[in-house]
């Protein structure tokens, strides 16, 4: 009976410690893979925190001992191992979103093109070619993305940048031509963009799987550490997928409506130009032009007259310092000389009336001298 019993502990013994054994090996493989997965995705603290918590789960079962612990550890050993594969298999570069499995035939893909088409016009009615074209646009399912009119004396033309459904692209061409221009020249150009948008779009799964692996790693997260890292590791792997997702936006916005530049132009004679014109040449138009022309005339006269004097102001400037002093002198001179000459005038006047009272006075004195005559 001791024997049996002795055999018993011993078998017992020998069970445990083989369950422990393999409890290590699945624990040290679990954090060895959990380790790969957190350098792939910058993400290391949590698979080694979770490779933590489930060896200390299984050593916690080795420790009780009992066949009931023994089946439940086992259990766990294999939900473990389960778990792992999962992971190792999502981490493994057979399993890259966008690749296709082994022995199997890549899917069609749908090529993705851009196309833009440039299209010159000569019309002989400018104003109903261009509503015209407004209404193809509109009938399409398409829009106006941009517009340019220009007008001479002998063209009007205007350019217009339309978006269209790529489906009716080639349709909303042929609906220019059946317009019956005078001439048309339309070029067609092509971008496959294939290429990027399906890089784009590997890209894109690849980060959102690693977007989910990070919300896992940090709602298994219990240090405030782990928690920040997690937070910027998160927030630099949103903007990523924001990034990617605004450019495949992008592309699919330009393969959806294909890009279509009009030039509209309208050839105007030169009899047309010259009978406006001459319509345009009435009784306001010439009074019009004849005030503009003295206006002209009396501001090219202000101008000469400014530029004149502002090229004799050195000149006139030393003339005034030497002529102002001359001119005041002379000035005096010429007073003075006007004063003598004043002066000799009255002094010979005052000369002459005193010769004649003396002339008169001598003549009475002869006249009263005289004896009277006699009587014959």
Do not use: W
């Amino acid at each position: 009976m001791s024997g049996f019993r002795r055999g018993r502990k011993t078998g017992t013994v020998l069970l445990a410690g083989c369950l422990l054994a393999v409890g290590l090996l699945a624990g040290c493989g679990s954090a060895k893979e959990a380790t790969d997965q957190a350098m792939n995705s910058e993400s290391a603290p949590a698979p080694t925190m979770a490779a933590k918590q489930e060896s200390a789960q299984i050593f916690n079962a080795n420790d009780s001992g009992t066949a009931a612990g023994a089946a439940e550890q086992t259990d766990s050993i294999q939900a473990t191992s389960g778990m792992t594969n999962v992971q190792s298999g999502a981490g493994a570069p057979a399993s890259v979103p966008g690749a296709a499995p082994t022995g199997q035939q890549p899917a069609s893909i749908d090529r993705q093109i851009i196309y833009k088409a440039n299209v010159t016009m000569e019309v002989a009615e400018y104003g109903s070619a261009h509503t015209e074209i407004n209404n193809l646009v509109h009938l399409s399912g398409g829009y106006l993305l941009q517009f340019s009119e220009n007008r001479t004396d002998y063209e009007q033309s205007g350019i217009l940048v339309v978006k269209v459904p790529s489906k009716g692209f080639s349709g909303f061409l042929a609906n220019l031509e059946k317009m019956k221009p005078k001439s048309i020249q339309r070029s067609v150009q092509g971008q496959d963009v294939t290429e990027e948008y399906v890089d784009l779009t590997s890209r894109l799964k690849a980060r959102e799987a690693e977007l989910a692996r990070l919300f896992s790693f940090m709602d298994k997260a219990t240090k405030s550490e782990d928690l920040v890292t997690f937070s910027k590791q998160i927030e630099t792997v949103q903007t990523e997928v924001e990034r990617l997702k605004g450019r495949m936006r992008y592309l699919e916005q330009n393969v959806a409506y294909s890009t279509v530049e009009i030039r509209l132009y309208q050839k105007i004679e030169k009899a047309k130009v010259e009978a406006e014109k001459a319509q345009e040449s009435g009784f306001a138009s010439k009074l019009a032009k004849a005030l503009k022309g003295s206006a002209k005339v009396v501001l090219g006269f202000l101008q000469g007259v400014v530029i004149v004097l502002a090229g004799a102001l050195p000149v006139l400037a030393v003339l005034a310092v030497v002529g102002i002093p001359a001119a005041t002198i002379y000035r005096r001179r010429r007073a003075r000389m006007k004063e003598l000459e004043e002066r000799s005038r009255s002094i010979r006047r005052q000369n002459l009336s005193q010769i004649e009272s003396d002339s008169e006075a001598d003549r009475d004195a002869d006249h009263d001298s005289k004896p009277p005559a006699s009587d014959a």
